[in-house]
């Protein structure tokens, strides 16, 4: 059993107002293990990045306690806490250069020149920047100076570094390859980490375990892999990944699975009953693209029903097919390049199957008819 030993920071029924009526943040209880990657994911004004800068010190919590390793840390100062920060917009300090910005949180903490000089010396080899040492910040690539900012973040050994959305000012392919280097920095020092992102994709490629905010409130806390296989709600689903939405009545229950009535006519359809209440209640079916299947083999699939490709958009690896299933023209199938795209032509009806694993019933949003 876990103690408050094997966690490196606690939240413990935080909250957070800027206005002392509306919460930010809302009774948030989160432990974060040591040496493990969280990610903390969500969109604008979920709250996320309000709990990196209450962890960092830079604003207060209006109601509830954070620890590191073991230490309530609600009072102390920023400088105090001993954690290394990365941001978006890297502030590097412009008129040093890349070695004398990673010995500066070294000499602040008053350590010698030779011990400065050893660990700045092992941080630029640890995020491939050796010959670097000697430029400033506008001779170096936006890739180069985040690799600076991540090394100045972790030159002084801090047990904890923070980085709120760092890769966010980077060029599509440079954040992708940067999101590497972050995961494989982390998994050889294993120091622990607490991301903040509004990119789901960063989450999956990076994370020991994914928080998915939204409201202020913690929606799912999961390994990447369960977040985008067993999403709790229908808000989860939708934020990670692409996902195929049916709205529906559930017409039966049956132990784990549910058989709901489609909107517009689709039929019955059979699911994992997620997250609904009992005959009668309103449901969102939640598939991935992926999971779909054209023209399925008879008797293969639990659920199949009818499509009109609306769309085909050639990817490469897949051929993403929009069509129109039960009213929906935006479902989405990706039918891979090897089973042989040219035989979907555009306005053609086909069949569409999908076993009951891979369709979840799960809570009907507000307003959803």
Request: hydrophobic share 40%; proline share 5%.
């Amino acid at each position: 059993m876990a103690t408050n030993d094997d966690f490196i920071v606690r939240f413990e029924n935080v909250q957070k107002s800027y206005d002392g009526e509306s919460l930010v943040v809302k009774d948030l209880n989160l432990n974060v293990d040591r040496g493990e990657f969280l990610t903390m994911l969500g969109p604008s004004g979920s709250g996320k990045t309000t709990c990196l800068m209450m962890l960092a010190g830079f604003e207060p919590a209006t109601h509830g306690e954070i620890y590191l390793n073991d230490r309530p840390i609600n009072n102390v100062p920023p400088h105090k806490r001993g954690i290394g920060m990365v941001f978006q917009n890297y502030a590097l300090f412009p008129h040093m250069t890349v070695a004398e910005n990673l010995a500066f949180p070294l000499e602040v903490r008053g350590m010698s020149k030779a011990d400065t000089e050893a660990k700045v010396t092992r941080a630029l080899e640890m995020v491939r920047l050796g010959p670097f040492g000697g430029r400033r910040p506008a001779q170096l690539s936006g890739g180069q100076q985040q690799r600076v900012a991540v090394a100045r973040a972790l030159v002084f050994d801090p047990d904890l570094v923070l980085m709120d959305e760092p890769l966010g000012a980077l060029d599509k392919n440079l954040r992708e390859e940067m999101q590497y280097e972050i995961k494989h920095i982390h998994e050889t020092v294993g120091v622990s980490v607490v991301y903040v992102t509004h990119d789901q994709s960063e989450a999956l490629t990076m994370s020991n375990r994914v928080a998915v905010f939204d409201d202020g409130i913690i929606q799912q806390l999961a390994p990447p892999e369960e977040l985008y296989e067993r999403p709790v709600n229908a808000f989860v689903a939708y934020f990670i990944g692409e996902n195929n939405r049916l709205y529906g009545t559930v017409k039966e229950v049956k132990g784990e699975s549910s058989v709901v009535e489609i909107d517009g006519g689709g039929g019955m359809i059979e699911s994992l009953a997620v997250n609904t209440g009992g005959v009668g209640s309103r449901t969102t079916l939640s598939l991935r693209p992926e999971r779909v299947v054209v023209s399925p083999t008879a008797g293969s699939m639990q659920n199949v029903v009818s499509g009109k490709v609306e769309e085909l958009i050639y990817l490469g690896d897949h051929i993403r097919t929009r069509m129109t299933v039960s009213g929906n023209n935006e479902f989405i199938v990706k039918v891979p390049n090897a089973q042989g795209h040219a035989t979907l032509k555009v306005g053609e009806e086909v069949q569409l199957g999908w076993t009951t694993e891979d369709c979840r019933a799960l809570d009907a949003p507000a307003g959803a008819a």
